[in-house]
């Protein structure tokens, strides 16, 4: 059966969960807030102090490495299903295989489960929550507030689901790009030669090769999580990572990795490559219509580091339909979908088609009276 970690409150045993607000570890039952290193120390002191023990906790407390990774952990096989023992009530528990933390669904005790943050699975890095769910609805009301086309009512009848704190696996990669990208690009001149006017259009191949180094190119490392909505999220402010300790994960879900970083890589190069492409484009002058046609780069010694990012989920139900919604847990940067009123999208359309036919009539009309 899987083992588990629980944060207790080192003054009442109640459990912990980590307070956005203040950075502390916090107990909703005596009120006491601590640092992570103060119940660091205080569950040190009620560990065994056995060279065995002291053994044990440091091989658990091996962070990730993508050399081992590859050489001991890259067959591992996430299939199925692990049962763990709530510590607090003692029910049992089936949940994921990629499961690293959550809330026990019948006492609401905060449960770390070893296997998945330890033993070379540790992540190296994490930016914890800078905010509590409460400013959700706030940050909901100011992504919606300009948005002409909802339904009247949707102010007052959505309703807010629960939201759920969620850490979500990152590669952050750090390597050299190096290669070539061929632009095709046209110039066009406009000649009068006799009574003809002449247009003259010259096609062109532009080529650019170089290096360029990136370092913490974001890539979600799980299938659970869309790739379109994590990229939607970004950017995340990296200088603001700090060493994993999973006292971090206390009310909150997470889970690990299911895809590793050689099978990321690409992804992250692809980015790569979009962004030496527009480097390179600026380089380019005197020409129009240029366009990236072919590139070729590889990376060189890429390294990888394994962070955790915060990510609120929730969803809103209105008329009869939910609508899920994704916030960014450091930034409140918020995406989602939201209803549209026919009617309201109707009038806007005719609105502005009649706008324009009329400006485009009131153009028309002054040119002719002008010439």
Request: glycine share 6%.
């Amino acid at each position: 059966m899987e083992t588990t970690t629980e944060h207790k409150c080192p003054s009442c045993g109640a459990p912990l969960h980590f307070d956005p607000n203040t950075q502390l570890l916090a107990c909703d039952y005596c009120g006491s807030q601590f640092s992570i290193e103060q119940v660091e120390a205080a569950e040190s002191k009620e560990s065994q102090d056995s060279a065995e023990a002291k053994e044990e906790t440091q091989s658990s407390e091996q962070a990730f490495d993508w050399g081992d990774y590859k050489q001991n952990l890259s067959g591992e096989k996430l299939e199925g299903t692990k049962i763990f023992e709530c510590k607090s009530c003692g029910a049992s528990i089936e949940t994921d295989a990629t499961t690293m933390a959550l809330v026990c669904p019948y006492c609401h005790n905060n449960t770390v489960l070893n296997e998945a943050a330890t033993g070379g699975l540790r992540p190296n890095k994490i930016i914890p929550f800078k905010f509590t769910k409460d400013k959700l609805p706030g940050i909901l009301r100011s992504f919606y507030w300009k948005k002409k086309l909802l339904p009247k009512n949707f102010f007052s009848s959505n309703k807010i689901g629960d939201p759920i704190g969620v850490y979500v696996p990152f590669w952050l990669f750090d390597t050299k790009l190096s290669g070539n990208t061929v632009f095709s690009a046209k110039k066009t001149r406009s000649y009068t030669k006799g009574d003809y006017r002449y247009h003259e259009t010259s096609y062109y191949d532009i080529k650019r090769a170089g290096n360029m180094a990136f370092t913490q190119v974001p890539v979600d490392a799980s299938l659970k999580m869309d790739d379109e909505l994590m990229d939607s999220l970004e950017p995340f402010n990296y200088s603001e990572l700090t060493e994993f300790d999973n006292r971090y994960l206390a009310g909150y879900c997470a889970d690990r990795f299911d895809r590793s970083p050689d099978e990321e890589l690409p992804r992250a190069q692809e980015r790569m490559t979009r962004t030496a492409e527009k480097h390179f484009s600026r380089t380019i002058s005197g020409y129009s219509d240029v366009k990236p046609s072919k590139s070729n780069f590889s990376t060189q010694n890429p390294s990888v580091i394994y962070a955790m990012v915060p990510v609120y989920l929730f969803e809103c139900s209105y008329d009869g339909k939910k609508y899920q919604y994704a916030v960014n847990g450091q930034t409140g940067k918020i995406v989602g979908e939201l209803p549209i009123d026919k009617k309201k999208e109707k009038f806007w359309y005719w609105f502005m088609f009649l706008m324009t036919g009329g400006l485009t009539a009131f153009i028309l009309l002054l040119l002719q009276i002008i010439f």
